[in-house]
């Protein structure tokens, strides 16, 4: 059973900071990539980041400059550096990861979500 645990999140306000962490554990042979979604109310979810092992990253051009997602494959944890924030970053982060279970296929996981919310 794999599992994503996210932590991080909270009230900032208007140009501050907030750094995410995600967690995977279980029987974990591998993961390919860490992702981050935001859902705000009545908005679809978006993807904001993404990193793979290599460390490659890849941005929506909404937080492009201000967010940095990297990861600690060794910790199996990823991390989302959110920084100059606005009110419209506003909204439940989700972290997703591609993962190869031990003795199972590559598959898609997701954790259980966490709130940003950033004030003017």
């Known amino acids: 059973q794999v599992q994503l645990v996210e932590s991080g999140g909270g009230l900032v306000q208007a140009g501050g900071s907030l750094r995410l962490s995600c967690v995977a554990s279980g029987s974990i042979f591998s993961i390919r990539v860490m992702a981050w979604y935001r859902q705000a109310p009545g908005k679809q979810r978006e993807l904001v980041a993404s990193v793979t092992s290599y460390g490659v990253t890849n941005y929506s051009d909404s937080v492009k400059g201000r967010f940095t997602a990297s990861r600690d494959n060794a910790r199996n944890t990823g991390y989302l550096q959110m920084n100059s924030l606005k009110p419209e970053d506003t909204a439940v982060y989700y972290c997703?990861?591609?993962?190869?279970?031990?003795?199972?296929?590559?598959?898609?996981?997701w954790g259980q979500g966490t709130q940003v919310t950033v004030s003017s």
């Open positions: 997703n990861a591609q993962i190869f279970a031990r003795g199972s296929t590559l598959s898609d996981y």
